[in-house]
């Protein structure tokens, strides 16, 4: 802040008078020319305190430079005195041990969103890395953007990741004198710009040098719109530097690391100003380094001195060095293991966690909570509120309103059409055009809208520009090339376009549970469940395409037939549908990975699934339930295919074993069978080519026998004989069920009624299903 009083410098006393005398005025006249009373007159020109206003009026009606009077800019006569005695390097160690504090407090410490109180920067600061080549300027296609993406299997994390090469963000600094550093709201750039100057401060970073952190948005609103190093000077004075004349040498020796954070931050009616005393400050100053911060797509600034580069996102050890730190500094080290855990079981959550400061707000709600909500679009729309208007809000920061009837709820309108629109066509990444399209279809229906096609155009142009700049929500990924800055958020604004409550409402829901196959739509479900004020409608239509799926294949209702059968001939304490998800995927692991076959199982019944966990690492023994633990063994033993190795066998080996104990008592046939089997194995204890050599000549006849046990006494281990096809809609099948429990499971609204008939009916075939009389939704 300005002081708010001024008092001319010893040496400044002769020039007032001086300039009393050529006007031929006494103390009496500067008064009345300046319309105060005698008294501040008096004092200002005996070198005493008045009021900064009074300060520079008396020295504008003398012609006087009030900042030369008051010794916040040097003159020749007060620079030669110290150029002449002063030792550069000794006069930099002075000034830095005397702003060391003040930098330290300014710069040492951050505290954002709901945090309730300061952390330590030191504690949590995570290296930032630097792309030297803005995505944004990247001459590239669609096709280019997607080249390294998966969509068949939806790799979401790497969507769009272009991968080239990322520069160390002090080396980045280092490199260049004159750096514009941007990126998206909420990438750690003043952050960065922080540790610069704490480095600084302490020595490990330019350490010739004296660090002056300039926050630009207080710059500019500073009382009497000083020069910027008026404005230095001012702050060196409450550090109790004899700031006028050696801030002076400081900067012409270009001895100083100047940090000009926050460009964007400027409001409209200050921006010209401050860019033209940034543009001469530089240029008067140019031995000194410059590092200066704003938001991609703010503005078109241009400073011709200064090399553009952009901060990155966050990769996967950077979040979890982050994460780390920010619990080991909450003292809960633990809770930072199960968040980072938690994280990578949650691509879309861990999408988030790219952008730091969605990152600290992860940090924020699962430190309360230990888990992330069950209700994820709670979680997604607390992200967008941050980036929308908190953010901006916690700093006192005015954007420009480009567009005046676009308010923030009218731009979540306008995001969520075109979040709609691109996903449904499979767009993740779509041309300027179309967006600005989408503007101004939407602008155009706002009351009292200008018709004309011109006006709409550049008003499509100033909205994108500023959701991009001020929220961050649609980045420009290539030139001329959109997306949202993350998957998840396209996704959250489909699933609130769907579920908006309007008179299509009925037909949204009925064309989304067409896509529920798609792997692609799964988020959609999962947010579309939670947004809904009742979803049992969703729930019932998507529980009725699934078991349409197959439906009308005799063999796969067979199966499923078969699938009951079995799960009421067991002994265990589990939910029927839960055992039923068992079998089937035990019959889907001959075909799939074992954590995917019993993924259903394990959410359909908690206890069960806990269970369950443990057969992920081959130990079916802790299975509690005789009969399941049996089945499970035998499967296994099943599964052994022809290409051996020691270990292997030796499993084998043991699984039977273990089997063998399990059946002893309870059908001795089957243990007979089995310790016949056992006793045809290879030595265990053999060479590995006599096992290899065993298997390729005796193990088809070996897996016959063992199918044929496994189908007398247990009913399990049928060769369905289906086709690829059949295969495929029993994935089908499989998966949309998964999904389905998986909704069921979150934080949605769903009446007692809908969720038993779904959980009664769950992989039951048609013909069961319809001695169930459906809940109306």
């Not at 030669?80 to 504090?101: F, G």
């Not at 004296?210 to 409450?238: R, S």
């Not at 990578?344 to 966690?353: G, H, R, W, Y």
């Not at 008003?459 to 929220?471: F, G, M, R, T, W």
Request: proline content about 3%; aromatic content about 8%.
């Amino acid at each position: 802040m300005a002081a708010r009083s001024l008092t001319a410098t010893p040496e400044s006393i002769e020039p007032i008078d001086r300039a009393l005398t050529e006007k031929g005025w006494s103390r009496e006249d500067l008064a009345q020319r300046c319309e105060c009373s005698r008294q501040p007159a008096v004092k200002f020109c005996s070198g005493k305190s008045v009021s900064r206003k009074l300060f520079v009026s008396f020295c504008k009606a003398l012609d006087l430079n009030w900042e030369e009077i008051a010794g916040l800019k040097p003159t020749a006569a007060t620079l030669e005195p110290i150029k002449a005695k002063a030792d550069i390097d000794a006069l930099v160690q002075t000034i830095r041990q005397q702003v060391k504090a003040d930098i330290h407090h300014r710069c040492g410490t951050m505290r954002v969103l709901d945090m309730t109180q300061p952390i330590g920067l030191g504690d949590i600061y995570t290296d930032v890395n630097i792309l030297e080549k803005l995505s944004g300027r990247r001459r590239l296609g669609i096709a280019d953007l997607l080249e390294n993406c998966d969509l068949e299997n939806f790799d979401r994390f790497s969507l769009g990741q272009i991968h080239h090469e990322r520069v160390p963000g002090l080396e980045a600094v280092e490199r260049h004198n004159k750096l514009l550093i941007l990126g998206k709201p909420g990438a750690g750039k003043t952050t960065f710009m922080k540790r610069l100057a704490t480095l600084c401060n302490q020595g490990k970073f330019q350490a010739q040098q004296v660090p002056i952190f300039v926050t630009l948005k207080e710059f500019a609103e500073a009382q009497e719109k000083p020069g910027l190093q008026a404005y230095i000077a001012n702050q060196w004075q409450a550090c109790e530097v004899e700031a006028v004349a050696a801030l002076a040498v400081i900067l012409q020796q270009g001895r100083a690391l100047i940090l000009l954070d926050g460009l964007d931050e400027v409001q409209a009616a200050d921006h010209d100003r401050i860019l033209q005393e940034i543009k001469g400050f530089t240029h008067q100053f140019r031995g000194c380094q410059f590092v200066m911060t704003c938001r991609i797509a703010a503005r078109e600034y241009t400073f011709q001195q200064f090399t553009e580069v952009e901060v990155a996102d966050f990769n996967p050890a950077q979040i979890e060095d982050f994460a780390t730190k920010w619990f080991q500094a909450k003292q809960d080290a633990e809770k930072g293991k199960i968040f980072i855990q938690r994280l990578k079981d949650n691509k879309p959550i861990q999408e988030l966690a790219t952008n730091p400061l969605l990152l600290t707000l992860l940090c924020l709600v699962f430190g309360e909570a230990a888990d992330f909500p069950a209700n994820r679009s709670e979680l997604y729309k607390e992200g967008l509120d941050v980036l929308l208007k908190k953010w901006d809000a916690k700093r006192n920061i005015e954007r420009d309103q480009v567009y005046k009837k676009l308010s923030l709820k009218r731009k979540e309108d306008l995001l969520s059409q075109l979040a709609l629109q691109t996903f449904a066509r499979g767009d993740y990444f779509f041309k300027q055009k179309v967006v600005e399209q989408q503007i101004i279809d939407y602008i155009r229906n706002l009351p009292g809208a200008n018709e004309d096609a011109e006006a709409l155009q550049l008003d499509s142009e100033a909205v994108l520009k500023s959701i991009a700049a001020q929220h961050g929500l649609l980045v420009e990924r290539a030139s001329g090339i959109y997306s949202f800055s993350h998957l998840t958020f396209q996704e959250y604004f489909t699933a609130k376009q769907i579920t908006s409550p309007t008179a299509q409402l009925q037909a949204a829901l009925e064309n989304l549970v067409t896509h529920i196959t798609e792997k692609r739509y799964c988020e959609i479900f999962l947010l579309a469940v939670g947004m809904l004020p009742e979803a049992d409608g969703l729930l019932l239509a998507m529980k009725s395409q699934a078991d349409q799926l197959i439906g009308e294949d005799a063999s796969l209702q067979a199966f499923l037939g078969w699938v009951e059968q079995k799960s009421h001939s067991v002994n265990a304490t589990y939910k029927p549908a839960a055992i039923r998800a068992f079998y089937l995927g035990l019959d889907l692991y001959l075909t799939c990975t074992l954590d995917q076959s019993l993924y259903l199982a394990y959410a359909l019944d908690r206890i069960f699934g806990h269970a369950l966990e443990y057969t992920l690492e081959y130990t079916p023994e802790l299975i509690p339930a005789l009969d399941l633990d049996l089945d499970f063994d035998l499967y296994i033993c099943l599964d052994f295919n022809l290409d051996f190795d020691l270990d292997f066998n030796l499993n084998l080996d043991l699984t039977l074993t273990h089997s063998i104990k399990q059946v002893s008592q309870s059908d001795p046939a089957l243990k007979l069978k089995l310790e016949a089997l056992k006793d045809q194995l290879p030595d265990k204890n053999g060479l590995e080519e006599d096992l290899q050599a065993w298997w390729q000549e005796h193990g088809d006849n070996w897996t016959d026998n063992l199918r044929s046990a496994m189908i007398e006494h247990r009913n399990i281990g049928h060769d369905w004989q289906f086709t690829e096809e059949q295969q495929a809609s029993l994935q089908q099948y499989y998966n949309a069920n998964r999904l389905l429990v998986a909704c069921l499971n979150s934080d949605c609204y769903v009446t007692k009624a809908t969720r038993q008939y779904i959980e009664d009916t769950l992989l039951l075939p048609m013909s069961e299903i319809e001695k169930y009389q459906p809940p109306s939704p």
